[in-house]
């Protein structure tokens, strides 16, 4: 499966570079999200997430509303392609350790992937096979 077709009907939030810290993080509460896609001109340039937050800006004693996303977001954020299958997408946030990864067409963003949708897409797979094999056995004659 490709991992576009885990985001093609998500409505991605984007933060554009120049908001403030409070804005985005009010608005990953309000959402329930850990991560944002940041965004210059309509293109991808970085990744503003929870970790990013309690780094750069709580232990910094940084001003929320005085600090821009740019100034502490994580730049130059690794990317897949819409195509990249799933399973590589997997391995690339466990291998660098983070749980969310921007679906892009070069810097145009498409969506945001996160290790909870690919885990539970998993889990979703999973249950079906479940299920197939169950009928399967129930529908089997004895001898």
Do not use: W
Not at 13 to 20: T, V
Not at 48 to 57: P, Q
Not at 72 to 82: C, I
Not at 90 to 99: P, S, T, Y
């Amino acid at each position: 499966m490709q991992v576009y077709d885990l985001i093609k009907n998500q409505d991605t939030y984007r933060a554009d570079a120049e908001q403030s810290v409070l804005d985005v993080a009010l608005a990953m509460v309000d959402r329930n999200i850990g991560a944002v896609p940041v965004l210059r001109d309509g293109l991808l340039v970085g990744v503003f997430s929870e970790r990013d937050l309690m780094k750069r800006v709580v232990v910094e004693g940084r001003n929320a509303a005085a600090t821009r996303i740019a100034d502490v977001m994580t730049a130059n954020p690794f990317t897949v392609e819409p195509d990249q299958d799933v399973c590589s997408c997997m391995a690339l946030m466990q291998h660098h350790g983070f749980r969310h990864l921007p679906v892009c067409r070069g810097k145009q963003l498409l969506g945001m992937v996160s290790l909870r949708d690919i885990l539970l897409h998993d889990l979703d797979e999973k249950d079906g096979e479940v299920k197939m094999m169950r009928a399967y056995i129930h529908s089997v004659p004895e001898c």
